[in-house]
C-alpha cells in the first residue's frame, strides 16, 4: 500500500519505519522530503502526525474520499483543548473516511517491533464510520504485530481523545498510567 505520512516528527518516522518493515511504500512530508500536497496525493492511505494545533492547517479536500488516520491529540498540559474531537473536525474539513488510531501509545511503543507486553500483543482502538477505511486501519495496525479493537463510530474518538488526555496527565505528575489497567 503507498502510505503518505503528513508530518516528519518521531510518530511518522516510528509508524512510517514500521510500515516500511511491513512492505508499504511510505512517503513523509517534511523539511527534506515531499510537501503535504505531494504526501496526500501519494497515499492511499495518509497518516496525519502533526501537532493537533496545525492539524486543520495541513490538510485540505484533496483527501476527500481517502482514509485519514488521525493520532493528534488536541491536549495542552494534560488537557483537552477542544471541545468537539479532532476526527471529527478534519472529516467535516476535507471529506476523508478519518479513522481516529495510534494516538494513545508513545512514540516509543511504536518503534518496536512489535509492540508486545507480557506476551500479549497491543490493542489498537480504531474510530471511525466508513467500513473501508477501518478495514485499511486494521490491516495497517496488524502489520506492526499488533491487534485492532472496533471502538465505534467517529464520534467516540472524544473518547480516545479523553482518554489520552487523561493518561498523559497522570504521566505529567510521574504517574504509571499503565497500572489503572492492568491485565485480568
Known amino acids: ?100 488510531a495510534f494516538n494513545l501509545c508513545h512514540v516509543d511503543v511504536w518503534r518496536m517491533t512489535p509492540p508486545v507486553f507480557g506476551g500479549r500483543p497491543l490493542a489498537v482502538p480504531l474510530c471511525g464510520d466508513d467500513e473501508a477505511a477501518l478495514s485499511v486501519v486494521r490491516r495497517l495496525v496488524e502489520d506492526l504485530g499488533c491487534t485492532p479493537y472496533d471502538g465505534g463510530g467517529l464520534a467516540r474518538a472524544a473518547l480516545l481523545e479523553a482518554t489520552a488526555a487523561f493518561m498523559i496527565g497522570l504521566w505529567f505528575k510521574g504517574l504509571d498510567a499503565q497500572a489503572i489497567a492492568p491485565p485480568l
Open 1 to 100: 500500500m503507498r502510505i503518505g505520512i503528513l508530518g516528519a516528527g518521531g510518530m511518522a518516522d516510528a509508524l512510517g519505519t514500521q510500515w516500511t518493515r511491513a512492505g508499504h511504500q511510505v512517503m513523509t512530508s517534511g523539511r527534506s522530503s515531499g510537501s503535504f500536497g505531494q504526501a496526500m496525493a501519494y497515499g492511499e492511505a495518509v497518516l496525519l502526525a502533526v501537532p493537533a494545533h496545525a492539524a486543520l492547517g495541513v490538510v485540505d479536500e484533496s483527501l476527500r474520499g481517502k482514509v485519514l488516520i488521525d493520532c493528534t491529540n488536541p491536549i495542552e498540559d494534560g488537557e483537552l483543548t477542544a471541545d468537539h474531537p479532532m476526527a471529527e473536525r478534519l472529516a467535516a474539513a476535507t471529506g476523508a473516511h478519518v479513522v481516529k
